[in-house]
């Protein structure tokens, strides 16, 4: 599966914006979905995530309850909203998928990466 995340800017801090992950293929309800993101120097690190059935999702800390995470599996995207962001949050931000799986945070676990959007956010 190819994956094309798209939807990343420049906001203020507070502000919202909503990432986008188009996947290509037929099968794209039997992957489970997860975002990552990463600045220099550092390792990516997990976001959200989305199970393969769609009734399980995962947040890091760092964002629970101001990040939202959802699947189009007629649409073959998922979608990351993002609220109430803050500087800490600006990063490269990447879409995975995983086979038939739940929502590993461990980007290794995943099988496919898409290319990643900036996302950056100003104090």
């Known amino acids: 599966v190819q994956l094309q995340a798209s939807g990343g800017g420049l906001v203020q801090a507070g502000g919202s914006l909503r990432l986008s992950c188009a996947a290509s293929?037929?099968?794209?309800?039997?992957?489970?979905m997860g975002w990552f993101r990463q600045t220099p120097g550092k390792e990516r690190e997990f976001v959200s995530g989305v199970s393969w059935s769609g009734d399980k999702t995962d947040f890091a800390d760092s964002v629970k309850g101001r990040f939202t995470m959802s699947r189009d599996n007629a649409e073959n995207t998922v979608y990351l909203q993002m609220n109430s962001l803050k500087p800490e949050d600006t990063a490269v931000y990447y879409c995975a998928a995983l086979k038939y799986g739940m929502v590993p945070r461990e980007p290794d676990n995943y099988d496919y990466w898409g290319h990643g959007t900036q996302v950056t956010v100003s104090s």
């Open positions: 293929g037929r099968s794209f309800r039997t992957y489970a």
